[in-house]
């Protein structure tokens, strides 16, 4: 669990969710929308992944592809950078892995660069 307070987890869980919100919004291909915590990503097809912030866990959850990652805030490395988000059981960045799940999806490289 992170050592984060309640607090400090919800203003950079809320800060994650919109940047992700805002890289995915030209995407062609899929549709995403952020309300209450949830960032939902529609395709085309009717399939949706959904990335969500987790307060009890201090967590953000992501489910795509028949999978599931909960990923943990690593503190920043240097005054005012933002925390990196990581799977402990796999090591997966959130960034890099929702890249790969919708470039997988949509059949093209994705690139969705960390703030």
């Given at each position: 669990?992170?050592?984060?307070?309640?607090?400090?987890?919800?203003?950079?869980?809320?800060?994650?969710?919109?940047?992700?919100?805002?890289?995915?919004?030209?995407?062609?291909?899929?549709?995403?929308?952020?309300?209450?915590?949830?960032?939902?990503?529609?395709?085309?097809?009717?399939?949706?992944?959904?990335?969500?912030?987790?307060?009890?866990?201090?967590?953000?959850?992501?489910?795509?592809?028949?999978?599931?990652?909960?990923?943990?805030?690593?503190?920043?490395?240097?005054?005012?950078?933002?925390?990196?988000?990581?799977?402990?059981?796999?090591?997966?960045?959130?960034?890099?892995?929702?890249?790969?799940?919708?470039?997988r999806k949509l059949?093209?490289?994705?690139?969705?660069?960390?703030?």
């Amino acid at each position: 669990m992170s050592s984060l307070s309640e607090h400090e987890f919800e203003r950079v869980a809320d800060e994650t969710l919109h940047a992700l919100d805002s890289a995915l919004a030209d995407l062609d291909g899929l549709e995403a929308s952020l309300e209450m915590g949830i960032l939902t990503l529609d395709f085309a097809d009717g399939t949706k992944y959904v990335v969500n912030s987790h307060r009890a866990a201090r967590q953000i959850w992501m489910a795509a592809e028949h999978t599931a990652w909960h990923f943990d805030p690593l503190p920043a490395s240097s005054s005012g950078a933002k925390p990196k988000w990581i799977a402990t059981k796999s090591g997966d960045e959130l960034w890099s892995t929702l890249a790969a799940v919708v470039s997988r999806k949509l059949g093209r490289a994705v690139a969705l660069p960390a703030p």
